[in-house]
């Protein structure tokens, strides 16, 4: 009885996706590569090595899996999708462009793709024809809010800019959603400040954050729950025996958003022997998968050595996405990483840990004049919540600044921009490197920036941005009253 190839190629592949899927990446690639020799030209398989070879941290297999698909099926979206993240992970801008222009040649009326590379423009530092081709896609499609706010985010407006009165026009019209009116507000806030009506900034800014909060309701409750959880159950861990860490070696960099550590980050990753890894999440999500989620969370210190092994082992494994293979360090810049350092210090000797602060009325000030992706920072959208955060990440950092024995350093933002040069090298040293003078040079690095700060980046060290909360102090009144006596430095 003779099998039908096509059919054995059927399952062995349907095989290789279940124990993908089980966790056994590993296997899963080997299957797959062994299809790709025998049926080289069916897209499928090379899309799926290309998938495996991103979660086994192999980036030229990766590059190489998804062309071979591209050269095959380059007309299919989920295939173009695959092929512009990876090359965005590559810093391959021009090979990112030219597919995102393939995807809006699928569909040219389509206005998400066209969208998507005006913002791909932005973080490759192309902010001039990231705002052209924005403001087309306004006179195209004049009801659409977001495309003002992208656009807004970027540039700096002008009195005279025509979008102000059509973002007036949207703001006003009788049917325009509540994201509409999200979207439409945070951008004629950026209007109004840019054009120095500063009277008119909280007026939209109450009306934005109105809109995020009831998209996206805050649970101040739950949040509280999940740090006093996620504490304890690190109470009492010890350094893990013979623990290796994570290939590539990580650098936490950890601050509240609007702190200042993507500026951190970039002055970093500016080093040769970093890669800047942004804001990758997975430290948390681990440790979540392996221990229990939020307050659910087991007591490490009773957990077996082999599982905290195991950590560091599916942390390496997870991280190989972000990595450079020729770059031994790797940053870290979650938010949200600052819950678990006690596991990441116990389990990652090689590990550093640098906690950036910044005057909280201007974190305050920041965080409520931005939008954050949906359903991300709940507390964002009202001012003495944002408090409440700000005091309890003060509260964390203290906790470790007192059980951390080594490794842990804090600096401030207003001290690195009143002296960057001392402060970097301060920096540089915290992250156990030698200093290379390029690290004063970050904004002339042409790697993707993928945060809010995206444009501060790209630029030297000014210092306009310290003190900006005074401005607003009467409007950040009920930040203030909720901040009470607690010291602000």
Not at 180 to 188: E, P, Q
Not at 306 to 325: R, W
Request: hydrophobic share 40%.
């Amino acid at each position: 009885m003779h099998t039908n190839p096509l059919q054995a190629v059927k399952t062995t592949y349907d095989k290789a996706l279940t124990l993908a899927r089980q966790g056994d990446v590993v296997q899963a690639a080997g299957l797959l590569d062994g299809l790709a020799l025998q049926a080289p030209n069916l897209p499928e398989i090379h899309y799926q090595r290309a998938r495996m070879a991103t979660r086994l941290g192999d980036q030229e297999k990766r590059l190489r899996a998804i062309d071979r698909a591209l050269e095959l099926r380059g007309s299919e979206p989920a295939i173009l999708t695959e092929a512009i993240a990876a090359h965005s992970a590559a810093d391959h801008h021009d090979i990112v462009l030219s597919l995102l222009d393939q995807m809006i040649a699928l569909d040219p009326k389509a206005i998400k793709p066209q969208a998507e590379k005006a913002l791909y423009l932005q973080t490759a530092g192309q902010f001039d024809e990231s705002e052209k081709m924005l403001r087309k896609l306004q006179k195209k499609h004049p009801h659409d809010a977001e495309l003002y706010r992208m656009l807004a985010t970027t540039i700096r407006i002008q009195p005279n800019d025509p979008m102000i009165g059509a973002m007036r026009r949207l703001a006003n019209h009788p049917k325009l959603s509540v994201q509409g009116r999200m979207h439409i507000n945070f951008a004629l806030a950026k209007a109004m400040e840019d054009t120095k009506n500063f009277d008119k900034v909280f007026a939209h800014l109450h009306r934005a954050n109105k809109a995020q909060a009831d998209l996206w309701p805050d649970d101040a409750t739950g949040r509280k729950t999940e740090y006093s959880g996620v504490l304890a159950a690190q109470t009492g861990l010890n350094p893990v025996s013979e623990a290796k860490g994570t290939t590539p070696g990580l650098i936490f960099v950890t601050g509240l958003p609007r702190s200042g550590t993507t500026l951190v980050e970039q002055i970093i990753a500016s080093h040769s022997q970093v890669h800047a890894g942004g804001e990758m999440a997975v430290g948390l999500r681990t440790a979540y998968e392996l221990f229990g989620k939020s307050h659910e969370m087991r007591l490490l210190s009773k957990e077996p050595q082999s599982k905290l092994h195991d950590f560091a082992q599916q942390l390496t494994t997870t991280i190989q996405p972000f990595a450079k293979s020729e770059t031994p360090y790797l940053t870290d810049k979650s938010i949200m990483a600052f819950l678990i350092y006690g596991l990441l210090h116990a389990s990652l000797p090689n590990a550093r840990f640098i906690v950036v602060h910044r005057d909280p009325r201007d974190i305050a000030l920041s965080i409520y004049k931005n939008h954050f992706n949906a359903g991300t920072h709940r507390y964002a959208n009202d001012l003495a919540s944002i408090a409440d955060v700000i005091k309890s990440f003060r509260e964390i950092v203290r906790h470790w600044r007192e059980t951390l024995p080594d490794r842990f350093v804090e600096i401030r933002y207003e001290d690195l921009v009143e002296d960057p040069e001392t402060q970097s090298k301060r920096l540089i040293a915290a992250a156990g490197l030698d200093w290379e003078d390029e690290c004063l040079n970050f904004h002339k690095n042409s790697g993707t920036v993928k945060t809010l700060s995206l444009h501060q980046v790209r630029q030297p060290i000014y210092k306009s941005s310290a003190a900006a909360w005074r401005r607003y102090e009467t409007e950040l009144k009920p930040f203030i009253d909720a901040w009470g006596d607690t010291p602000w430095d």
